[in-house]
T-cell receptor, first 113, second 113 residues
Framework: RKEVEQDPGPFNVPEGATVAFNCTYSNSASQSFFWYRQDCRKEPKLLMSVYSSGNEDGRFTAQLNRASQYISLLIRDSKLSDSATYLCVVSPQGGGATNKLIFGTGTLLAVQP | DTAVSQTPKYLVTQMGNDKSIKCEQNLGHDTMYWYKQDSKKFLKIMFSYNNKELIINETVPNRFSPKSPDKAHLNLHINSLELGDSAVYFC????????????FGPGTRLTVL
């Protein structure tokens, strides 16, 4: 089983739609969670961290369910510029020199005009 | 004023050759990383360094040798290139290990013929 699993998509949605991505992780002891965004042929960039209580940044809402080992990202009012691959990222430890980021394979979003 | 830079951006070479990729960050970060993103877009850590010291070595073949001459630079030398080494290699940096935010370079697209 992969450490971080995502539906690869693609998700093709019209502008203005609401779209949700899900992600599951296998290590129940994982401590930190993130969504990164990667545009085509570009580097990944942090979109947002995911907190236990859920958090929102403008049109983006992230949720964490530790019991189900499940992370979600909701994008409201999709824009053409939201088209990208969304990477679910998990950090197994709370900190420490040997901690690392484990990336999912990403979910491709294509927002259509 | 690029934060994390890599050279070269593209590298096309024959099997069996030796090549190097260079990375520099001007963010004053203490931790640097090399990641490999394969053709399936799976992004996986290869190495991490903290203040020039190797911290993480993720079962990478010893044909890959990272070197950190100072904490702003992390280079990757690859000996005896194989077809399977074809991928995009990303350098990244962060002030501290995860969960601290990582900033990625633009990537080096390596093609081995």
């Amino acid at each position: 089983r992969k450490e971080v699993e995502q539906d690869p998509g693609p998700f093709n949605v019209p502008e203005g739609a609401t779209v949700a991505f899900n992600c599951t992780y296998s290590n129940s002891a994982s401590q930190s969670f993130f969504w990164y965004r990667q545009d085509c042929r570009k580097e990944p960039k942090l979109l947002m961290s995911v907190y236990s209580s859920g958090n929102e940044d403008g049109r983006f809402t992230a949720q964490l369910n530790r019991a189900s080992q499940y992370i979600s990202l909701l994008i409201r009012d999709s824009k053409l510029s939201d088209s990208a691959t969304y990477l679910c990222v998990v950090s197994p430890q709370g900190g420490g020199a040997t901690n690392k980021l484990i990336f999912g394979t990403g979910t491709l979003l294509a927002v259509q005009p | 004023d690029t934060a994390v830079s890599q050279t070269p951006k593209y590298l096309v070479t024959q099997m069996g050759n030796d090549k190097s990729i260079k990375c520099e960050q001007n963010l004053g970060h203490d931790t640097m990383y090399w990641y490999k993103q394969d053709s399936k877009k799976f992004l996986k850590i290869m190495f991490s360094y903290n203040n020039k010291e190797l911290i993480i070595n993720e079962t990478v073949p010893n044909r890959f040798s990272p070197k950190s001459p100072d904490k702003a630079h992390l280079n990757l030398h690859i000996n005896s290139l194989e077809l399977g080494d074809s991928a995009v290699y990303f350098c990244a940096s962060s002030q501290d290990p995860p969960p601290d935010t990582q900033y990625f370079g633009p990537g080096t697209r390596l093609t081995v013929l």
